[in-house]
């Protein structure tokens, strides 16, 4: 099956060769004509594998063949609603939007925090009918009355089972009563936990349900260890692999945001060229550290989880776990950054005896045991025991104590920040991550979900040969 099977109009058609690609990823192959068909939909399918190109492609193609809607006050109406849960998602799905309409008159527009109001009001003013948006900056501008959603004709919500970790539940509620009940409603989520099925039993009618992956499966592609290793050499140790494997593109993961800095220090006392990316940088910070590890000129891009969802680097060769996570859903989502569209990748833990119940919950999950070693030197000294791990007020695991899968804080708190679901019931944290790196040189088209994730941003520009498939994207803004 190629693109010209799906039924999808011909300047999308045209968008999709420019790019380089002629066969749909399994999860397109089904998504785009049930999307087509006009029924609500319920898709999951692992990371990388072309989401966001699922909805993007059929939903330009429904628009683009019915009628512009006006508003209230006489402007184009959105007619598509787009929710992300974090800002670098956004960013790569509304690039994905552009790229793969570039032949078509429809006009979109990305919404998130962390950047000023007043240009996000103005492209409003100038009418649009394809809006991609986080909710906490949504609900900003819809307080303000600036926002009219009542001709919306297709809501998506994209990356669900992020929303729910980071605790949207509130206010996706409070967006699905600004729009119309007759719509289109598509739920795309990596994973169907029984919490993401209960959000689709209120969202949606009668959906069809797409599940193209095992749920919280790994990618077969990605090669995955874990260095056994102690508590006080980690660092020493990555900079010894980095060093001695002469990587070029690693992109680091730990726990906290104030660790991420610290580690950046390190390295770059070191002579590694590093940066963090997290929900205390400013937006400018995200965008040049993101922008130069894709173009190559930084060598460790240092991220935590939340700020780190959503982005798409093709041919991403390593993913290291500095720190493991102590949500193992997150595992997967990391270890997805690499080994992206077929690519070989690989993930590279670095586990001290504190982390052995955040291991086996993550093994327990992923259905596999991933292999040891050991780096000589750095092992852990003989008389070194276990210790809890502290997370924001919440103290984990220790000697072999479980508590590995808590879904507390994840370091900082409030619109922008890195904390999910808080640890007793309250406010409800808007994390909006990471924004669009709108500076990186690769493939300028390329979509924000990537190739057919979010089409479009795979490897090369398309002057090469044929990408097989359209999956995740590579630019993040």
Known sequence: ???????????????IREQGYEIPTPIQAQAIPAVLAGGDLLAGAQTGTGKTAGFTLPLLHRLAAGQPAKDSRGRYAIRALILTPT???????????????????????????????????????RGVDILVATPGRLLDHHQQGMLDLTQVEFFVLDEADRMLDMGFVHDIKKVLAMLPPKKQSLLFSATFSPEIKALADRLLNAPQVIE???????????????????????????????????WHQVLVFTRMKHGANRLCEHLNKAGITAMA?????????????????????????????????GIDIDQLPHVINFELPNVSEDYVHRIGRTGRAGAQGEALSLVCLDEEAFLADIEKLIKRSIPRESVAGFEADPGERAEPIQIGRRTLGGAGGGGGNGRGAGGGGGRGGEQRRPAAPGGQPRGNAPARPGSAPQRPAAPRGGRP??????????????????TSGRRGG
């Open 1 to 15: 099956m190629t693109f010209d099977d799906l039924g999808l109009a011909q300047p999308i058609l045209r968008a």
């Open 87 to 125: 800002r670098e998602l956004a960013a790569q799905v509304e690039e994905s939007v552009r790229t793969y309409g570039k032949h078509l008159s429809l006009k979109s527009m990305v919404m998130f925090g962390g950047v000023g109001m007043g240009p996000q009001i103005a492209q409003l003013k």
């Open 212 to 246: 193209v992956a095992r749920s919280n499966a790994t990618a077969e592609n990605i090669a995955q260890r874990v260095i056994k290793v102690g508590r006080e050499k980690k660092k020493d140790l990555l900079i010894h692999l980095i060093k001695t494997h002469d």
């Open 277 to 309: 990316i997290h929900g205390n940088k400013s937006q400018g910070a995200r965008t040049k550290a993101l922008a130069e590890f894709k173009t190559g000129e930084l060598c460790v891009l240092v991220a935590t989880d939340i700020a780190a969802r």
């Open 453 to 470: 994730q979010g089409a479009g941003s795979g490897s090369g520009t398309g002057a090469g040969p044929k990408r097989p498939a359209l």
